[in-house]
């Protein structure tokens, strides 16, 4: 299986600021990389697809970064609907593997 | 609008089994690939399983091959997870995901999930 290592696994910052998350493939996936956002309560949420690609709908103050193994997503002007929980989701290969998560909260 | 709608969750014991609906609308079911995936309680995100557009092909997270079964019926425009000999670690919210036909397969759009708790 695939694993994904994400980090951090929580992360404390400010209205206003730029945020970077990381996650780590244990081998190449191409871009077949994908980023979600998911709220207490709430089903996640698609913000980012083949490593790079906003979804409709989504800001542009998210974008992501990478192949092959390492990728970034970064969110800028932090908002306070911002603070949620990301995860990272590789489909190169089943079993589909999810990062663990990190969790934003607000400082 | 794209909708999925989870239904059959519940309070079950251990070793029951229980089988989960996704209903699909505002799309063509018949063009996607669906998955289910799981959270337990705090925890993260957890994919159970795949079914292909035609159903003719299914696949199975290791932790739930032989009790699990995913299944669909497009003229219903329904999914169903079919959980047999439920386990306390089964407890989650379950999620029904589309993937999507084009770019990388990423799952695009989700149901609200529904909660299976198992518990004596």
């Known amino acids: ?107 | 609008e794209v909708q999925l709608v989870e239904s059959g969750g519940g309070l079950v014991q251990p070793g029951v089994s229980l089988r989960l609906s996704c209903a699909a609308s505002g799309f063509t079911l018949s063009n996607h690939w669906m998955h289910w995936v799981r959270q337990g309680p705090g925890k993260g995100l957890l994919w159970v399983s795949r079914i292909n557009s035609a159903g003719t092909s299914t696949t199975y997270a290791d932790s739930v091959k032989g009790r699990f079964s995913i299944s669909r019926d497009n003229d219903k425009g329904t999914v169903y997870l079919q959980m047999n000999s439920l386990r306390v670690e089964d407890t989650a919210v379950y999620y029904c995901a589309r993937e999507s036909p084009a770019h990388s397969s990423e799952l695009d759009s989700w149901g609200q999930g529904t909660l299976v708790t198992v518990s004596s």
């Open chain 1, 1 to 107: 299986d695939i694993q994904m290592t994400q980090s951090p696994s929580s992360l404390s910052a400010s209205v206003g600021d730029r945020v970077t998350i990381t996650c780590r493939a244990s081998q190449s996936i191409s871009r077949y990389l994908h980023w979600y956002q998911q709220k207490p309560g709430e089903a996640p949420k698609l913000l980012i697809y083949s490593a790079s690609t906003l979804q409709s709908g989504v800001p542009s103050k998210f974008s992501g970064r990478g192949s092959g193994t390492d990728f970034t997503l970064t969110i800028s002007d932090l908002q306070p609907e911002d603070f949620a929980t990301y995860y990272c989701l590789q489909t190169f290969d089943i079993p589909r593997t999810f990062g663990q998560g990190t969790k934003l909260e607000i400082k």
